[in-house]
């Protein structure tokens, strides 16, 4: 059942990985087309065609191919053998297999995509738990060589909000927060899931007290700040640049925004929205024409750092936009992205709801697996 999940919420552009979680996914979204690999008489085919928020249309499930049989305990095997195969053999066999069947279920909806073996090396390494036999890391870090990627640490610990001190450490929040930013003093100014302004770690301003007070009967749905600017967004698609001196807003979304981040040294504002665009603003001047970026998926994260720009979506993946050279760099955990952020040394933070993770370009040798950063 899982490999039937995962493949049909890949078609769709969603991540879950139950069941329960895709009926609730199909369930908040529009209604919209799938083609179905699978025999009309599967179980998840038997869920999906009374509900009526979605058209169903089968297509004829693959030939399936040779079955050899593959090393579940071998991370080499496992990482070049047929996914859908390797799936469900470990939903077959309750053996952790020294921590690869956990891992590989925690990010299967990534890992069943048709990719170089490396790169399926990488997801699984960074999906590894604490428990995981410490050989596997190596056996693994070896098979990731020529991935876009190496992954420098990994923290199983709950992300619900990341984002970045004015000196570039890491931020992480576990509790039940909408969107966190970091004022240049170091404090915290946190949109919690009502869409209102807190301010921790410090006392408040002028400036926070009033965007909180706005907020208070004009909730927001993102937040962000640099220098002397709050920026927040709202469910009509406006970003609203607060400063003392006033405020600042354009309309750069037909929905809901769903993230914003700003860099400092042009004060360029960059928003992401339901409608699967991200735009660049600088308050003071017209919004540019063109997208930075643009997806047929929500816009769930994002954070830049210089010309670094990190952009999460809801259908599961991340990319590392170079904004100087227009390369993107890509990665695709397998669970749901909460939160993304580009530390001091252009390493991309990706949060999870059961982990952060830290990768760095390949060859980097700055070591691996719990990174010091702050937990509020």
């Known amino acids: 059942m899982r490999v039937a999940v995962w493949e049909v919420a890949n078609r769709l552009g969603v991540v879950a990985g139950t069941p329960g979680e895709l009926l609730s996914a199909l369930l908040a979204g529009p209604r919209r087309t799938v083609r179905v690999p699978l025999p009309p008489d599967h179980e998840l085919v038997r869920t999906l065609l009374p509900l009526g928020h979605v058209d169903v249309v089968l297509d004829e499930p693959p030939a399936p191919g040779p079955a ?3 090393d579940l305990d071998d991370p080499a095997a496992v990482c070049r053998a047929d996914p859908v195969r390797v799936t469900e053999a470990y939903e077959a066999d309750p053996d952790p297999h020294g921590g690869l ?3 590989w279920l925690r990010a ?3 890992l069943v995509r048709d990719q170089p073996s490396a790169d ?3 997801v699984l390494l960074a999906a590894l738990d604490d428990a995981a036999d410490p050989r596997l890391g190596a056996a693994l870090t070896e098979q990731a060589t020529g991935a876009p990627w190496s992954l420098a640490w990994s923290s199983r610990r709950p992300c619900t909000a990341l984002t970045t001190t004015p000196d570039g450490l890491l931020v992480v929040r576990e509790d039940r927060v909408l969107a966190l930013a970091c004022l240049p003093d170091g404090t915290q100014a946190v949109l919690d899931e009502r869409g209102r302004l807190h301010h921790r770690g410090g006392p408040a301003t002028r400036l926070t007290d009033a965007v909180a007070a706005t907020l208070a009967s004009h909730p927001a749905t993102a937040l962000a700040a640099v220098d002397d600017t709050v920026l927040t967004g709202d469910r ?6 607060f400063r003392l001196d006033g405020v600042e807003q354009a309309a750069l979304h037909p929905g809901r925004v769903t993230a914003l981040t700003a860099t400092a040294a042009t004060t360029t504002v960059y928003s992401g929205g339901t409608d699967g665009t991200v735009r660049a603003w600088q308050p003071g001047r017209a919004p540019a024409r063109a997208a930075v970026a643009r997806r047929p998926y929500p816009v769930v994260a994002l954070h830049a750092r210089g010309r670094l720009l990190a952009i999460a979506w809801a259908d599961g993946l991340v990319q590392l936009h170079r904004l100087a050279t227009g390369e993107t760099v890509p990665f695709r955990p397998g669970p749901r992205i909460r939160a993304v952020a580009v530390t001091a040394d252009g390493s991309l933070a990706v949060g999870l ?4 993770l830290c990768l760095s370009p390949p060859g980097d040798s700055r070591g691996r697996r719990h990174r010091p950063y702050r937990m509020p």
């Not at 009509?236 to 640049?241: P, Q, W």
């Not at 709801?353 to 952060?356: E, F, H, I, T």
Request: charge should be neutral.
């Open 68 to 70: 050899a049989p593959v």
């Open 101 to 103: 069947r956990p891992a």
């Open 108 to 110: 299967g909806q990534a």
């Open 120 to 122: 399926r090396a990488l």
């Open 236 to 241: 009509m698609g406006t970003v609203h640049a």
């Open 353 to 356: 709801d059961d982990a952060v």
